[in-house]
């Protein structure tokens, strides 16, 4: 028996034409049967989709009259989409602003998980207008609060691929989803209460010159407003088994990054008008929600904080609500000043030399050299601002692709920011190698010492603050492979700026066969010893939010 997803193409369009023939094409390309929705188009409108029908294709075209909404033209899509016996419907807006390239991308991902709903997330380009920008950043928060989730980035794109088993149970459980521009969200918060799992993909949006909108700027917004009303309500109605959903204790990869992106277009756009200080006070509201939610972040703030008060430093730990919230605006800070780095807003000053004599001795060598971080202060700025042929030399790894929304941003603002970087969960021979070769030509190697890769056993149990902490033994294994001098950097802010501290932490690592453990440990200690220095001078610029000295913090996802 063939269980494989029998997957259509639904497209609602009132009043949209001039698209409509490339996207059908589009679609019809890929094996896609289509359904067009005329929902009340005027007769020159309606015309052109009519002229569009060729069942030897797989095209039909059906018409309401009068106009339902969107919503309610979606929703007559899949009436006949199920009556043909479709299981999966892919929703495509009739406006041409979604990328159709991102539609086999969606197609695979509904392969993979045939229960799940596929959504994608909009990337938009500078023809975004900003008050819909903000006005969608809304809709988002709003949407958070009423899943008691994160995972559901964007509700309102309309490209998506529906598994219909589980609208058509949605549908005879007698919700009452709106007909019209709040159909998207309310539809997609509905099925993730059913326990739709919400998977997402990336796609690109633009805003086409001349595109007209159907929004109704007051009866949309009113229809919206009464919407996130039922939602909420719903929500409280659910309490208990939103909870129970709510993941458990997780990895770092997974915690570390949460809502990193935070609607940055937004906040940049912000912090150009009325200056950072005033950015972060508008932030506020929103890191207040994201400090309320997210309890295994907060408690491992509190956790890390507490702790660096017992050994010296200056915060007083015994009022942890307002020192947390404060930490976790740090780290909005800090998310805000890479993203105004990496676009140009931040001038080349702000970052400025503390000790900085060692990296001097490593510009001047011919061959590269292996750079350690931490996850405190703001490295990535320091990035940002370097001139183009530093930035060549470096070859940045990173543990983790969750922070995949934040990354596309930046890289949507200056290429250059995705420019050597490599996602590794482990260091293998193949890529050991590479970066030897690497390292040979003069590159420097940057990774991170305070953060243990998911698929790493490899770690050592080292004093950090007072308690042992498991270390990644990573960054020295590679060394002592690479053959090449190392240094610890590390970028703090300080007084309005921030101080880049560059220091030479070994000429070689050498690993000996008869004590190999104990010289791990011993450098795993002596960076720890570093990266204490730090975390007790700036605690709330400490940006590890899990549990940093569970052992077992290096497992996946529970």
């Known amino acids: 028996m063939n269980n494989a997803p029998r997957i259509c193409a639904i497209i609602p369009s009132h009043n949209h034409s001039r698209a409509m023939p490339g996207i059908v094409a589009a679609l019809t390309s890929l094996g896609l049967p289509v359904f067009i929705i005329d929902d009340g188009s005027n007769d020159a409108t309606a015309a052109a989709l009519a002229g569009l029908a060729d069942p030897s294709r797989g095209i039909a075209v059906a018409r309401l009259d009068p106009n339902q909404g969107k919503g309610g033209a979606v929703l007559h899509g899949f009436q006949l989409a199920m009556a043909a016996g479709y299981t999966h419907a892919l929703q495509v807006d009739a406006d041409g602003q979604h990328d159709l390239g991102a539609v086999p991308r969606l197609l695979a991902r509904i392969q993979g998980d045939p ?18 920008a903000i006005g969608r950043y809304v809709t988002h928060v709003w949407v958070w609060i009423e899943t008691l989730s994160f995972d559901i980035s964007d509700s309102m794109c309309g490209l998506r691929i529906y598994p219909l088993a589980a609208v058509a149970a949605l549908l005879a459980g007698g919700a009452n989803i709106g007909r019209r521009m709040d159909f998207d969200t309310e539809i997609m918060v509905r099925l993730f209460w059913d326990g739709i799992q919400v998977v997402e993909e990336p796609v690109a949006v633009v805003y086409p010159q001349g595109n007209t909108s159907n929004f109704d700027l007051w009866r949309d917004n009113l229809r919206i407003s009464a919407m ?31 809502g990193a992106s935070w609607g940055l277009e937004v906040w940049a756009f912000a912090a150009g008008l009325l200056g950072r200080s005033a950015c972060l006070a508008l932030m506020s509201p929103v890191v207040f929600y994201f400090y309320l939610t997210g309890r295994e972040q907060r408690l491992a703030s509190w956790a890390f904080l507490q702790q660096a008060a017992a050994n010296g430093a200056v915060i007083d730990a015994t009022r942890l609500w307002p020192l947390g919230f404060r930490h976790f605006m740090s780290f909005a800070g800090r998310a805000l000043d890479t993203f105004l780095g990496w676009t140009g807003a931040v001038s080349p000053d702000a970052v400025r030399p503390g000790r900085v004599a060692d990296l001097a001795e490593a510009e001047r060598a011919s061959s590269g050299a292996l750079f350690i971080i931490g996850h405190i202060g703001n490295v990535d700025l320091a990035r940002a601002l ?37 996602q590794v969960t482990d260091l293998g021979p193949a890529l050991a190698m590479e970066l030897k070769e690497r390292v040979e030509r003069g590159d420097w190697v940057v990774i991170a010492g305070d953060r243990v890769p998911i698929n790493s056993e490899r770690t050592s149990l080292v004093p950090f603050l007072g308690r042992p902490a498991p270390f990644s033994q990573g960054p020295y294994i590679l060394a002592a492979l690479l053959e090449c001098p190392v240094y610890t950097l590390f970028c703090l802010r300080q007084d309005g700026h921030h101080i880049l501290d560059v220091e030479k932490f070994a000429d070689r690592i050498d690993l000996p066969r008869q004590d190999r453990q104990q010289a791990l440990d011993r450098y795993a200690a002596l960076f720890a010893s570093r990266l204490e220095a730090y975390a007790r001078d700036f605690p709330l610029q400490w940006y590890n939010f899990f549990d940093f000295w569970n052992p077992g913090r290096k497992e996946g996802r529970s």
């Open 115 to 132: 229960r799940a709903l596929i959504a994608g997330v909009p990337v938009y380009d500078r023809s975004v207008p900003m008050g819909r």
């Open 228 to 258: 996130h009303t039922r939602l909420f309500f719903g929500m409280l109605r659910r309490l208990p088994q939103l909870l129970r959903r709510r993941h458990g204790s997780r990895h770092w990869a997974w915690l570390a990054e949460r």
């Open 386 to 422: 370097l001139d183009d042929a530093t930035r060549r030399r470096l070859l940045v790894l990173v543990h983790t692709r969750h922070a995949e929304r934040y990354n596309h941003l930046l890289r949507k603002y200056r290429p250059v920011a995705a420019v050597n970087t490599r």
